[in-house]
């Protein structure tokens, strides 16, 4: 039977090496980002121990970032929740896209893909999600990924409040960049289609438009209108391309 | 132990927004357009994310030559696009952007341009 010999050839253990593996560049992407993180936190009020929670149990860099940011500023604790949840709400996107893939899942499974879903796990799996073969072990090349990519950002974390703490002047050396050109090699690859392409560059110019909005809402403001603009081209680009051609 | 309320605070918000929907899973139908749509969203919510912390690295729009961000981001662009490495875009992209910073550090400590 070929189910058969497809459950031979891709064992849960094969599946979840193969993710650990393909995540393995957005890993080193994101290395200088926890150890910046970890870095900056001491300074901004955080202490040793709830730096490290932030990583284990929140585990969303973006808005960790901003959360160090506000709590530096003197932000009060409702207004960096509230923040948070509008920087995050982009994974409900995500989970959104893994929907049809989980629905035979089992509870556990689902709790373990939402908790450790990033941005990074989410753009390697979906390709493995995608893929026509009827593995039933995909979920665990999606464990693969996610746990590197987690013990990796709690390392990087640790590491920045202890080593980090030797380098002068961490801040400055910009580190963070690391995450604008590990997301930038993610971008780039969906460029291929017009609407695609136009989709991304609404995005990036209401972005900037809507940088001033409070509570970063210009993200979920240009990730709207960038999805629209997609769309939108997309529906123009099919019908006008059939009679002229 | 007020960080440690935020921590917890960050931790559940950050969870319910990943999980509630697979929660649902099993009773959620999405329509086709619903899915067509989903597609466009990875690439455009890291460009959202992605370019106001190339061009407005202060709050206030950079585009100058002088911006080692913007330097860096371009050569990443160029190298993916290029070998569709992604080891390779995001090492060269940063040694870009370094030499990019480091060089403009040196223009500025020269006398003859104040």
Known sequence: MATASDLE????????????????????GAIPFGIIFGTLAQGSG??????????????????????LGLLAAGSTLPLIVLTTVVVNLRHMLYAASLLPYVQEASQRWKAVIGFLL????????????????????K??????????????????????????????????WGLDFAMVAT?????MPYATTRPMVGAIAVAGLVA??????????????????????????ETQLIPRSKPRE | MTDW????????????????????????????????????????????????????????????????RLVGAIASMVLALWRKNLLLTIAGGMAVFWGWQWLMAWLVAQPFLG
């Not at chain 1, 891709?10 to 890993?27: F, H, N, Q, T, Y």
């Not at chain 1, 753009?123 to 073969?133: E, F, L, N, S």
């Not at chain 2, 319910?16 to 919510?45: C, D, E, N, Q």
Request: glycine share 8%; hydrophobic share 55%.
């Open chain 1, 183 to 187: 997301f930038i090699g993610m971008i």
């Open chain 2, 5 to 68: 309320l935020l921590v917890a605070a960050m931790a559940l918000v950050t969870f319910s927004i990943r999980y509630v929907l697979l929660a649902f899973s099993g009773r959620i139908r999405l329509s086709p357009t619903l899915v067509r749509a989903l597609g466009y969203v990875p690439p455009v919510v890291l460009t959202a994310i992605v370019v106001p912390a190339v061009v407005l690295p202060a709050g206030d729009l950079w585009l100058g030559w002088q911006n080692a």
């Open chain 1, 139 to 172: 979920h665990w090349y999606y464990l693969g990924a996610a746990v590197t990519m987690y013990g990796n950002w709690i390392l990087c974390t640790w590491l920045g409040l202890t080593v980090g703490q030797l380098i002068p002047n961490a801040a400055a």
């Open chain 1, 46 to 67: 955080l202490s040793f121990g709830a730096t490290l929670g932030m990583s284990a149990f929140v585990f969303a860099g973006s808005s960790q970032f901003i959360a």
């Open chain 1, 118 to 137: 990033t941005d990074e796990t989410f753009v390697v799996t979906i390709r493995r999600y995608m893929q026509p073969d009827p593995s039933p072990h």
């Open chain 1, 208 to 233: 900037v438009l809507a940088n001033g909005l409070p509570h970063k809402l210009g993200l979920m403001v240009a990730a709207i209108a960038g999805v629209a603009a997609g769309f939108w081209l």
């Open chain 1, 9 to 28: 050839m891709r064992s849960p253990r094969r599946e979840a090496l193969a993710g650990a593996r393909d995540i393995i560049p957005l890993v080193v």
